[in-house]
Every structure is written in structure tokens, then in C-alpha cells.
């Protein structure tokens, strides 16, 4: 089982950019597919991004395409989300998971996750 542990949140204006870093230690997570979540006040979790193991497929929700990009580094155990053109309707905290397929993942799908990192964008 892939151990997980997020950062990079904090407070930002909107229309600003923040990379959430997730830290893996485990000898599966080169194998992993992994992704980011988040979770907004009063809110179920929602998919955000996810990435195959080799970093060359790539899966985004809508509300963030074209603004948000997934992205690993194997040898570092390492997978980051950057984000840019931050809006108020980003905020929620943002958790890293793992999983054993990509499609099971953008389900809900997951077997390790992060303790979460909080966001926040002012208006």
C-alpha cells in the first residue's frame, strides 16, 4: 500500500496559482495511477485530476480543465498539481490518492489516500 502525504495549500487571490505537491513512500507507486481530489464545505469530494503511471495519460474534471495540470515524478515519488487562474469556487482541501486503474480512480475508486491540504481563494 502507497503512503501518502500532500502540501503546498494556503491562501491565494483569485486568479493566482499554488502546486500542491503529494509525497509517496511505498514500493508500489511507480505502478500507480494516481490523482487529486478535493472537498469543499457542505460538500461531497469530487474527482479533480488523475495520471497514469507512466505520466503519459492524463484525466481532468471539467471545471478544471485548461486551468489545473497533473504531473509525476517517479523518481522522486512525487506527483504535483498545479493551479492556475484560481477561483473562490476552488476553494476546498485537496487530497492525493492512489489506486490500481485510472478509470476505478475517476470513480471514486481509490485505495490510499492523503490527509488533505487546504485551499483557499479570496475574491
Known amino acids: 500500500q502507497v503512503q501518502l502525504a500532500e502540501s503546498g495549500g494556503g491562501l491565494v487571490q483569485a486568479g493566482g496559482s499554488l502546486r500542491l505537491s503529494c509525497a509517496a513512500s511505498?514500493?508500489?507507486?511507480?505502478?500507480?495511477?494516481m490523482g487529486w481530489f478535493r472537498q469543499a464545505p457542505g460538500k461531497e469530494r469530487e474527482f479533480v485530476a488523475a495520471i497514469g503511471w507512466s505520466g503519459g495519460i492524463t484525466n481532468y474534471a471539467d471545471s478544471v480543465k485548461g486551468r489545473f495540470t497533473i504531473s509525476r515524478d517517479n523518481a522522486k515519488n512525487t506527483v504535483y498539481l498545479q493551479m492556475n487562474s484560481l477561483k473562490p469556487e476552488d476553494t476546498a482541501v485537496y487530497y492525493c490518492a492512489a489506486s490500481a486503474s485510472i478509470v476505478r480512480l475517476a470513480q471514486g475508486s481509490v485505495s490510499s489516500w492523503g490527509q488533505g491540504t487546504q485551499v483557499t481563494v479570496s475574491s
Open positions: 511505498g514500493r508500489t507507486f511507480t505502478t500507480n495511477p
